[in-house]
């Protein structure tokens, strides 16, 4: 359970070598050393830094899962792993991919697979989250949305509705839980400066990892439930969801 400044005894980031995750995870750590689980694929080339990364940012404790987010048979086990040491107080999702989106839209066994790394995963791991969250009555599960999926666009939306259906299963998340004691925190970042996006042109209001994290961890501490993390995204997007179609489909992004 997080003490008095938001220190976190046990933390899981599902996606683990997840450069906004893992800078979620550096943050909670600014506050006190906390046992870090990192699920993440057991050949990613990625894991070795990740671990080095929470242990420098002050984690006690580094455990590592194997964790692929398409093999849904497996995510069962991967959980019941995650909490074999006691309670988790903050469960991170923080997996998914972006892609070529005009490629994807063209194919379907590349649309088929984004969509089950951005959408059903995502799901399969929230319902397993949902029930462990409900039966220790604390702790809070962050879900890292999309700015994308608030109104999805021509230009990205193979990945925008998949964001799109996992926003809306981990807000509702929330309201099934909302009795128990434990919460859910859908964050919005818009475009963040990663590995990932690095390839693009930069959208206005992109963020930093940095910023991304310390509004996720005050937003936790604070127990809201969704956030937009540049806070001119909460205006954009209640513009964008009036729109009429006609105009929208206008817009030059």
Known sequence: MLNAVG??????????????????????????????????????????????QVRAAGASEVDVIDFDATNFAQHPAVIDSAFA??????????????????????????AVSSAQTNYTGPVSVGVLLGQKFREQGHGTIVALSSVAGTRVRRSNFVYGASKAGMDGFYTQLGEALRDSGAKVLVVRPGQVRTKMSSGGKEAPLTVDVEDVATATVSAVIEGKDIIFVHPAFQAVAAVFGVLPRQIFRRLPF
């Open 7 to 52: 220190q976190a005894q046990n933390i899981l980031l599902l996606g683990g070598t997840s450069e906004i995750g893992l800078g979620i995870v550096a943050e909670f750590l600014s506050r006190g050393p906390a046992r870090v689980t990192l699920a993440a694929r057991a050949d990613s080339p990625r894991i070795d830094a990740a671990v080095d």
């Open 85 to 110: 040491h006691g309670d988790v107080d903050v469960a991170i999702v923080a997996f998914g991919t972006l892609g070529d989106q005009e490629a994807l839209w063209q194919d379907q066994a590349a």
